[in-house]
């Protein structure tokens, strides 16, 4: 009896390496990446625990278009937008990680040159905290940006 007590445990262990071992090489480094984050967190399914392909694609997608704009790294700008997203959160601020992330975007193409991220981040978040709508906030960042050209 006791030899099926410890045979059980390795045959579960052995199995369980099998499948880890199997995996395909890049899909540790998916789940880790920004899109797969950002995808993850912004998904309507909150209870969730895998985020979906044309999720993650979309926000790859639109990273790949602020990287464009922006002089901050693809993951600075998403982990910057988590922080930020997570501080309305805890104020009770109703946001989308990618309605935010396509302001930006939006606020970017009205400027000039590379522009910092972290600036129109932080003006976008003053403005949502002080009870502004998403609409408005980037109505008002665009009012200012063309003032600034």
Do not use: C
């Amino acid at each position: 009896m006791k030899s099926l007590v410890i045979k059980y445990p390795v045959f579960l262990l052995a199995g369980v390496l099998s499948l880890v071992l199997s995996a395909p090489q890049g899909y540790a480094q998916i789940e880790r990446s920004i899109e797969y984050q950002l995808a993850l967190l912004g998904s309507d399914q909150p209870t969730q625990a895998v985020a979906s392909a044309s999720s993650i694609s979309r926000f790859r997608t639109v990273l790949d278009e602020l990287s464009v704009n922006y002089r901050q790294s693809r993951e600075e700008m998403g982990y910057a937008t988590i922080a930020m997203w997570k501080k309305l959160q805890e104020q009770k601020v109703a946001a989308s990680l990618m309605e935010m992330l396509d302001g930006m975007n939006l606020v970017a193409a009205g400027e000039t040159g590379k522009q910092d991220f972290m600036r129109n981040l932080t003006l976008y978040y003053g403005l949502r905290s002080r009870g502004m709508s998403h609409k408005q906030t980037l109505r008002q960042m665009l009012l200012l940006t063309a003032t600034h050209r």
